[in-house]
């Protein structure tokens, strides 16, 4: 479905009002939808696509993945914690999984963002010069 440009303006300002304190306020977005389900305003599928929209990258954006061969150590997770507040700012939520098919070290996700240091892809880049 193609968005007119004023649709997408309008979700854009909605989200923008969304936040408080530079985070999403799940609260704020709850309330906006619904004001806009009930008012429908012209165009309002669109918005509320493009809301949608906004709002998963928002969220992708703001969740971490991090995932060892083996279960990390508590100060480990703290450090990774803290190291990745300091990349990425307050909010973050953050997962810790193990997969035993990486052999060794971490590969972590963060929205868009891949930092891959796992002996799994180390070995397959070093098969790949051969």
Request: charged residues 30%; hydrophobic residues 35%.
């Given at each position: ?73 508590e100060d480990v997770r703290q450090d990774v914690k803290s190291r990745l507040a300091g990349l990425y700012g307050a909010g973050l939520s953050i ?36």
């Amino acid at each position: 479905m193609k968005i007119s440009k004023q649709s997408q303006r309008e979700a854009r300002q909605l989200f923008r009002n969304c936040h408080v304190n530079g985070l999403l306020d799940e609260n704020r977005v709850r309330q906006t939808v619904s004001l806009l389900v009930t008012k429908k305003p012209r165009g309002y599928v669109g918005i509320l696509s493009r809301m949608h929209r906004l709002v998963k990258l928002d969220l992708e954006l703001h969740a971490a993945r991090v995932e060892s061969a083996t279960p990390l150590a508590e100060d480990v997770r703290q450090d990774v914690k803290s190291r990745l507040a300091g990349l990425y700012g307050a909010g973050l939520s953050i997962e810790f999984s193990e997969n035993p098919s990486l052999i060794g070290g971490l590969r972590i996700r963060v929205g868009s963002d891949l930092y891959d240091g796992s002996v799994k892809t180390r070995l397959e880049k070093l098969e790949q010069s051969f």
